[in-house]
């Protein structure tokens, strides 16, 4: 998980928007939560994806399996050696570019 902070003061829409038109289109986007604490869900495939939130002038960048059931087993594939470098190099990369990309567009 990574926290920055940020010069700008996008929405969760407008952090959303920008991933899709510039990060990349063969992500899929979507929300998740209620009223202006939303956070973007990265979907790359059923085992590798981000939760981007917002909270003031901060962005966390957590990634995780975007796969609810898989997410909950998280903790106990990351423990086995094997499984965990299987899922954990794909979720590293992105969590990395993503954090890129968002502090050059929004620092």
Same mark, same amino acid.
């Given at each position: 998980?990574?926290?920055?902070?940020?010069? &700008?003061?996008?929405?969760?829409?407008?952090?959303?928007?920008?991933?899709?038109?510039?990060? #990349?289109?063969?992500?899929?986007?979507?929300?998740? %939560?209620?009223?202006?604490?939303?956070?973007?869900?990265?979907?790359? #495939?059923?085992?590798?994806?981000? &939760?981007?939130?917002?909270? %003031?002038? &901060?962005?966390?960048?957590?990634?995780?399996?975007?796969?609810?059931?898989?997410?909950?087993?998280?903790?106990?594939?990351?423990?086995?050696?094997?499984?965990?470098?299987?899922?954990?190099?794909?979720?590293?990369?992105?969590?990395?570019?993503?954090?890129?990309?968002?502090?050059?567009?929004?620092?």
């Amino acid at each position: 998980m990574k926290v920055f902070t940020i010069t &700008q003061d996008p929405s969760t829409e407008d952090i959303a928007q920008t991933l899709e038109q510039d990060f #990349s289109s063969k992500y899929s986007y979507r929300f998740f %939560g209620i009223g202006k604490s939303k956070s973007v869900i990265v979907q790359k #495939s059923e085992f590798v994806g981000a &939760q981007i939130s917002k909270s %003031g002038n &901060q962005i966390t960048v957590h990634a995780q399996s975007p796969n609810l059931l898989l997410s909950f087993l998280d903790p106990f594939l990351t423990g086995m050696n094997v499984l965990g470098s299987i899922f954990n190099s794909p979720l590293k990369k992105l969590e990395a570019d993503l954090v890129i990309f968002l502090k050059n567009k929004y620092s």
